[in-house]
């Protein structure tokens, strides 16, 4: 199982970014995917998950309204689109897999995840 994200860079606030994780070796259209984030010296912090067995996304309140968290199944990769962005959303953000659904606070923990791309969001 790989997930490779891309993306992250720095940008000012109110600006936006669109990051990708690209997937292979799992069935991604089974799978839940999702996104979490860890900013220096914070806990990991749960953004967003798609349960595709069911069509559903969720997202974190700190985040709704703001972010959006799309798929495409034909190139197995997911997107963060962020807009109306804030120096608190600072972070190393990662892409996540699991075979079973989990709440969107818990996507820290799902059992796979990229390495993380840096997002800088400056004031």
């Known amino acids: 199982v790989q997930l490779v994200e891309s993306g992250g860079g720095l940008v000012q606030t109110g600006g936006s970014l669109r990051l990708s994780c690209a997937t292979s070796g799992f069935r991604f259209d089974a799978y839940t995917v999702g996104w979490f984030r860890q900013a220096p010296g914070k806990e990991p912090e749960g953004l967003s998950v798609?349960?595709?067995?069911?069509?559903?996304?969720f997202y974190a309140d700190s985040v709704k309204g703001r972010f959006t968290m799309t798929s495409d199944s034909s190139k197995k990769t997911t997107y963060l689109q962020m807009d109306a962005l804030k120096p608190e959303d600072t972070g190393v953000y990662y892409c996540?897999?699991?075979?079973?659904?989990?709440?969107?606070?818990?996507?820290?923990?799902?059992?796979?995840r990229g390495k993380g791309t840096l997002v800088t969001v400056s004031s």
């Open positions: 798609i349960v595709h067995s069911s069509r559903s996304t």
């Open positions: 996540t897999a699991d075979a079973h659904p989990a709440p969107v606070q818990f996507a820290y923990q799902m059992d796979y």
